[in-house]
């Protein structure tokens, strides 16, 4: 910022805005929209609404939050930075571990003053599914092979020529949810992935199954997944994103212990920033 000081007019919104009428009013003057992910929903209305509108920039590339239709019609540039995989994948294990030793209910308990109060288990054996082997999900693979798990992976374009390389086991869809011990999503949010994951294939997983999802909140039907964690139908969830951000101060999610939640860490990184903002 200290390079456009002086030279253009800016503000930094810190806090979310409440719905689309307040986007439109807050944003109705400026020229430019420097947009963190998919945080801010720039729909065909709203880019409408917003006379003054030339340009947005988006941290990252495919932003399914902009409407590139409508961006297009008012001839409105959309550009990206690019973004660094290593983080999304990295937190991915910290979700992972954080389940399997139970992390948020010992960390609880130690500053209650407590001492070992849980049982957690290894992963070496286990079946680590992945839906989505691209550059996340690669490098999650990876790690998984590296602690002695089998890892299987499905999408829709899987490389099975890449997926041998790395010495993944591909598999159908339903066998992977059937069968794996953990299932991490990495797949790229669009219509083909929007809602994948639904009370069908929950309740396919085995019962003792963690999900995580370090990819996007659509990607998994939100109420079902409360559900099958209120039930108990699978183990846990480890997630960094959902489908409304900031997830709501009441929002189920927060008050089930089987759920490990992240304020959607996967890209906030001093490396990733440095990327975004230099």
Request: with cysteine.
């Amino acid at each position: 910022m200290k390079k456009l000081d002086g030279k253009y007019e800016f503000k930094i919104f810190n806090e979310a805005f409440r719905d689309e009428n307040d986007t439109g009013e807050q944003l109705k003057d400026y020229e430019a929209l420097l947009i963190m992910r998919e945080r801010t929903k720039i729909t065909k209305s709203l880019i409408n609404r917003l006379k003054k509108l030339k340009f947005i920039i988006t941290s990252g590339m495919r932003n399914k939050a902009i409407d590139l239709d409508a961006a297009k019609q008012r001839k409105i540039i959309v550009c990206g930075t690019e973004i660094n995989s290593n983080p999304a994948a990295e937190l991915t294990w910290a979700l992972i571990l954080g389940l399997v030793r139970n992390f948020k209910e010992e960390i609880d308990n130690m500053y209650q003053g407590y001492w070992q109060t849980t049982v957690g288990f290894e992963l070496k054996g286990k079946i680590l599914g992945l839906i989505g082997l691209g550059k996340i999900g690669s490098q999650v693979a990876k790690v998984g092979t590296a602690f002695g798990m089998q890892v299987v992976a499905w999408s829709e374009n899987l490389n099975l020529s890449h997926a041998k390389e790395l010495g993944v086991l591909p598999m159908n869809k339903e066998d992977l949810i059937k069968t794996s011990d953990f299932i991490s999503i990495h797949v790229v949010l669009g219509e083909r992935y929007n809602n994948l994951i639904t009370k069908n294939d929950l309740q396919m997983m085995k019962k003792s199954a963690f999900l995580i999802n370090t990819s996007r909140g659509s990607i998994v039907n939100e109420n079902d997944l409360v559900e099958a964690l209120k039930s108990n139908q699978i183990a846990g969830a480890g997630l960094d994103v959902y489908e409304h951000e900031p997830l709501p101060d009441n929002h189920k999610l927060r008050f089930l212990p089987n759920a490990l939640l992240l304020p959607h860490l996967g890209y906030v990184t001093a490396e990733n920033y440095s990327i975004f903002y230099t």
